[in-house]
C-alpha cells in the first residue's frame, strides 16, 4: 500500500505565502516518480498545477509561474510546493499525485485546503 500525506494548508491573506508538502509511505519507487500538485477549487474539475519529474525538471500552469515553486527530496520521499504572492483565485483542495512512467500506478493524496482571503 502507499500512501500520500499532505499538510501545510492554511487560510493566508493575499499576497502571503504557504509550503505545502505531500510525503510518500509503503511500496513506491519514489525517486523515479513524476510527482505533482493539483487543485480542485469548489464546483470545478480538478486542474495541474505543478509537476516534477525524477530528474528535476519542472512543469508549470501558466497561472502560477513566477509565482510557485515544486521541489523534491527524493531521500524523505517528500514533494513541496511553495506558494508566493497568493491571490484569492488560488483557493483550492491542493493535491498530491505520483506517478510511476510507463506504468498503471498512481497514487493520491487526501487533499489539504489553501484559502487565500481578506
Known amino acids: 500500500q502507499v500512501q500520500l500525506v499532505e499538510s501545510g494548508g492554511v487560510s493566508v491573506q493575499p499576497g502571503g505565502s504557504l509550503q505545502l508538502s505531500c510525503t510518500a509511505s509503503g511500496n513506491v519507487f519514489f525517486s523515479m516518480n513524476t510527482v505533482a500538485w493539483y487543485l480542485q477549487a469548489p464546483g470545478e474539475q480538478r486542474g495541474l498545477v505543478a509537476d516534477i519529474i525524477s530528474s528535476g525538471a519542472t512543469n508549470y500552469a501558466d497561472s502560477v509561474k513566477g509565482r510557485f515553486t515544486i521541489s523534491r527530496d527524493n531521500a524523505k520521499k517528500t514533494v513541496h510546493l511553495q506558494m508566493n504572492s497568493l491571490k484569492p483565485e488560488d483557493t483550492a483542495v491542493y493535491y498530491c499525485?505520483?506517478?510511476?512512467?510507463?506504468?498503471?500506478?498512481?497514487?493520491w493524496g487526501q487533499g489539504t485546503q489553501v484559502t487565500v482571503s481578506s
Open positions: 499525485h505520483a506517478e510511476l512512467p510507463f506504468s498503471r500506478n498512481s497514487y
